[in-house]
């Protein structure tokens, strides 16, 4: 038998005070396949289970020194052998044994003397039951770790939304009393604010992307690329025309052709613009209102109801 074939056999550690009996047993087992290792005394299956991590534990209960039911507690109250399945094997088989094998951790509890095949079967139903939880815990590392690292690169992704919107924030200065309430649902947003100085305006906008976290943080990026674009490079500062150029970037960088496109993402958002000078409020909006409050009263403009995308009414 080569080695990787000994190395994927489920390992058996018996422990029993009893040489024939572990002579007896462990012959049995290892003729189905299993490696054993054996222990005379609790004290030197401690020391093996220090050495080696084992699928399943043979155990014994009176034996000399330490019985198994003081040998169970220790390996259940140490993390690392805790989750190790452990079967009792005695000639104790009275009730109240029994009950203490359980209390202590076993997850059976089998007297002596056993029929060969009843003991093959609940050891080989303890391995399995092991393998399908071990199973499940590298399953759970991995998505942890997975999810550490997607983890991490969405908090990458906030950093950078967040220092594109906050480059505009220079233009603020303008208003002593102001403050921004920016609280994403999910680390990074589908929403997001935009604001620029040109000339003697200031634009203010607020916007909602279709879709939450790494999908609406890429359109809020885009939409602040475009509008940088439409502004800044276009120099349009009338807002329903910036909307309207906005529009249509979106739909052409998203590539939406037809009535019903293959991406339908976009963007509802308003827009404002204040002439600093004649202190002049110009307001647009798609599929989004702003609201003015003025003596108590809160009052609503509408925009249209068209989105910042591809729409079956355009």
């Not at 094998?101 to 399995?128: C, H, M, N, W």
Request: net charge neutral; with cysteine; hydrophobic share 40%.
């Amino acid at each position: 038998m080569n080695q990787e074939n000994v190395l994927s056999q489920p390992s058996v550690l018996i422990v029993d005070d009893n040489l024939k009996n572990l002579q007896i047993l462990g012959l049995f087992l290892q003729n189905e396949g299993l490696t054993v290792e054996f222990a005379l005394d609790g004290h030197s299956a401690l020391i093996w289970l220090e050495k080696k991590n084992f699928d399943l534990i043979l155990l014994d209960v009176m034996m000399p020194g330490m019985d198994g039911f003081s040998v169970c507690s220790l390996i259940k109250k140490n993390p690392v052998t805790r989750e190790t399945p452990i079967i009792f094997i005695t000639a104790t088989a009275d009730t109240n044994s029994i009950i203490k094998g359980f209390e202590t951790g076993a997850v059976d509890y089998i007297t002596k003397p056993f029929i060969k095949s009843e003991l093959l079967i609940r050891v080989k139903t303890q391995l399995e039951i092991k393998k399908a939880r071990d199973e499940i815990v590298r399953n759970l590392r991995e998505i942890e770790y997975k999810n550490m690292l997607i983890t991490g690169s969405i908090r990458y992704a906030k950093a950078i939304q967040t220092a594109v919107m906050k480059a505009s924030h220079s233009g603020l200065s303008l208003f002593p009393e102001y403050f921004c309430l920016f609280l994403p649902r999910d680390i990074v947003s589908g929403d997001f604010y935009w604001l620029h100085k040109i000339g003697n305006k200031f634009l203010i906008g607020v916007f909602d992307c279709t879709g939450h976290g790494i999908p609406g943080a890429f359109m809020s990026i885009l939409g602040v690329t475009l509008l940088n674009e439409t502004v800044i490079r276009e120099k349009i500062t009338d807002p329903h025309l910036i909307l309207d150029r906005l529009r249509e970037k979106i739909i052409e960088a998203l590539g939406q052709k037809g009535i019903f496109p293959e991406v339908g993402d976009g963007m509802d958002g308003s827009l404002i613009s204040y002439d600093l000078h004649g202190r002049r409020l110009v307001y647009s909006g798609a599929n989004n209102s702003t609201y003015l409050i003025r003596n108590n009263e809160i009052i609503e403009f509408k925009g249209d109801k068209m989105p910042l995308s591809s729409h079956p009414i355009m």
